[in-house]
């Protein structure tokens, strides 16, 4: 019987460090498969700052960059400049995007640089201990909410994608989940669409991608899948938010 289903080239044989029930995996999986089916393993770079993903350098097969907490973009920004040949993605967690790295993302997005950016958001400061994030629900419990989050003290949780469709600059900025499997084949079609944009010189492009943490939520992997359904999908709508008119070129955007 023939293979239907193996390793994509663009993941390295490595074990990796996530814990169970992390969707970094999944994401991870996603994102090689479309590096692999456009063909462009061999001029793409990664960028991962600090976060759970900081090692993600280990797992993919082409060339990576790490940054500073928060400056994927402004990294990202320099690099395709400079080289607009090659395939440039951030790789990036709503700690670190939502909270230390917002100028960057939000400056860079409405700039138009044309690179690809990866969030992934699970409503929690992940590797640093599960401090709460920009995007941590109301009555969420953290180690710095231990209560559960208050509005009234730290405002509503930022809706990443909805901001940045915000801006007039032509983007593609996409909210999709990896939580499920009826779930999975949306989020890389808009992986794939991110990429495509980008191989076409057209756009900034962002995918959300709503994820689980079970450890820092205190619950098992199970659990965290229901939990994630029931209360950030509710708030955090899935979809398409932002598109790219097929009249705007890169010309357009400067």
């Known amino acids: 019987m023939g293979k239907t289903f193996k390793k994509p080239e663009a993941l390295t044989e490595n074990h990796t460090h996530y814990c169970p029930g992390c969707t970094h995996g999944i994401i991870h999986r996603l994102v090689a498969e479309v590096i692999d089916e456009l063909g462009i393993r061999k001029r793409t770079v990664g960028i991962a700052p600090v976060g759970c993903a900081v090692l993600a350098y280990n797992y993919f097969a082409c060339d990576f960059q790490e940054a500073a907490h928060g400056r994927a973009p402004a990294m990202a920004t320099g690099i395709k400049r400079v080289r607009p040949d090659l395939m440039v993605f951030t790789y990036q967690g709503d700690g670190d995007l939502a909270s230390i790295g917002m100028g960057e993302i939000i400056h860079a997005?409405?700039?138009?640089?044309?690179?690809?950016?990866?969030?992934?958001?699970?409503?929690?400061?992940?590797?640093?201990?599960?401090?709460?994030?920009?995007?941590?629900?109301?009555?969420?419990?953290?180690?710095?909410?231990?209560?559960?989050?208050?509005?009234?003290?730290?405002?509503?949780?930022?809706?990443?994608?909805?901001?940045?469709?915000?801006?007039?600059?032509?983007?593609?900025?996409?909210?999709?989940?990896?939580?499920?499997?009826?779930?999975?084949?949306?989020?890389?079609?808009?992986?794939?669409?991110?990429?495509?944009?980008?191989?076409?010189?057209?756009?900034?492009?962002?995918?959300?991608?709503?994820?689980?943490?079970p450890t820092n939520w205190g619950m098992t992997p199970v659990e965290a899948l229901k939990w994630a359904e029931d209360v950030l999908l509710p708030y955090y709508k899935l979809g398409d938010y932002k598109t790219p008119e097929p009249s705007e070129t890169a010309d357009d955007n400067h």
């Open 109 to 213: 997005a409405n700039r138009g640089e044309k690179f690809t950016t990866i969030f992934v958001n699970n409503a929690v400061y992940g590797m640093t201990g599960g401090q709460m994030a920009p995007t941590t629900m109301p009555g969420q419990r953290t180690t710095t909410s231990p209560l559960g989050r208050d509005p009234r003290e730290t405002g509503m949780p930022i809706k990443v994608a909805e901001l940045l469709a915000s801006l007039q600059t032509p983007a593609y900025i996409s909210r999709q989940t990896v939580i499920g499997p009826k779930y999975v084949n949306r989020a890389k079609k808009a992986i794939r669409r991110a990429f495509g944009y980008q191989l076409e010189n057209r756009c900034f492009s962002l995918v959300e991608l709503v994820s689980t943490c």
